[in-house]
């Protein structure tokens, strides 16, 4: 096991260490230039065009409506990254970290923009007459036949990644918020601790199990419906946090600009965060919460009805904008504006959100508050999860005859990691997440120039 953890801790320190950082940041900012900064000058047209004309409701076999393809995205991409993970970057990196996460952001709509728009393009009609496309397709088709081994990296990588990041590190999240809840309620149950995370994960897994047996149109429709419930009741508690220490939003602000260059001067030096710690932890988190360049989304995508590639990566555009510019910052800010003392380094990612909301809401409530929240963070990113690595699976072996089999060791595997520390299973999950990446960028960037000119050509027919 120790040797396991040696070689998972070395590749972990390679594919999420500089070098990828840099691939992955360097990536936004060259689409970004390469387009014109779609994300700054096609911004009113994203927001009509996602918002202003969506259509949701039924659509052909094996395809969903756009609206519905954007939800089966978000569900994956709002996931606990967004309350669990933006805490860990404060706790790692400070409040500058907020600063690195916003610029991860905002790149990482190019990023998320040119990954959908080629998704769409190379997508292809399965053996079900569905609609499947993502990384491992235009590697594929798009660099050609003889990058097809790169494909198989991020699929392989995809496959395992799922019950990762998709269901073990989701599931702990939930039983540790909802036991943290109920013991705020009812003390005793802290002794009952293990048999009521037991029961979540029987329970979880039992819904898991009537959402994705039906396939992609039931993981959408299970999706655009728990979306907006699940942000609104969010980001309604974390807005009244906010408003109700709204007196030190000026001094955050200043904290969060001036901890991104100089974190000693914000925190103290004897904290031991450094600038380093500050960028790499906000542009960490970041991509860990909206997935930009990771390569799982568009699978999500390709689902969609649409007939033209670039509009749905407006889609795509948007999904990253409302993940980390809108539910991201609103987490931040209700953590740093509410004073709660932050353990830097040491903190415990779970309590921090907890701690802020019950400035407000008090012990019970505020724990209650991001239980439910993370219930449904969690839960939705399950479903989508389970998705991409039918797709991965799918890509592999040619057929979809062994995706049965991959849905029930998905559904045990909530139950598993609802009962027994994750530990290793987390880490290897997160670097397996960083194997992805790599392989997706590589395409990305070598089919720039396609997907710049099927920008451009769009763009120009919108004005």
Known sequence: MNVIESINSFLNGIVWGWPTMILLVGTGIYLSVKMGLPQITRFRLMMSTCLGKSRSGDSGKGSVPPLQALATALAATVGTGNIVGCSGAIISGGPGAVFWLWVSGIFGM???????????KY????????????????????????????????????????????????????????????????????????????VIGIVSAAALALVIVGGIKRIAHAAEALIPLMSVIYIVCAVIVIAAHITSLPSVIVSIFRGAFTPKAVIGGAVGITLKN????????????????????????????????????????????????????????????????????TGDKNVLPIDAFATVFGDKFGSLSVAVSLLLFAFTTMITWSLYGVRCLEFLTGSRRFSGIYKIVFIAAVVYGATVPLGLAYRISDTLNGIMTIPNLVAVLGLSGTVTAMAKNYFARKK
């Not at 190019?110 to 769409?120: D, H, N, R």
Request: charged letters at 15%; one cysteine or more; a negative charge.
């Open 278 to 345: 500050a960028v790499s932890s906000g542009l960490g988190r970041g991509l860990f919460s909206n997935e930009a360049g990771q390569g799982s989304a568009p699978i999500a995508h390709a689902g969609s009805d649409t007939e033209d590639p670039v509009e749905q990566g407006l889609y795509g555009m948007l999904e990253v904008f409302f993940d980390t510019i809108v539910i991201c910052t609103i987490t931040c800010l209700a953590v740093l504006m509410s004073g709660v003392g932050i353990e830097y380094v």
């Open 110 to 120: 190019c990023t998320k923009f040119s990954e959908v728009t080629l998704a769409i």
């Open 123 to 198: 997508r292809r009609k399965n053996d079900a007459g569905e609609n499947v496309g993502g990384p491992m397709y235009y590697i594929t088709d798009g660099l050609g036949k003889s990058w097809k081994w790169l494909a198989v990296i991020f699929a392989v990588a995809g496959t395992v990644a799922s019950f990762g990041i998709g269901c073990l590190s989701q599931i702990s999240s939930m039983v540790t918020a909802i036991n943290t809840a109920i013991t705020s309620f009812i003390p005793q149950a802290a002794e009952k601790s293990s048999v009521i995370s037991l």
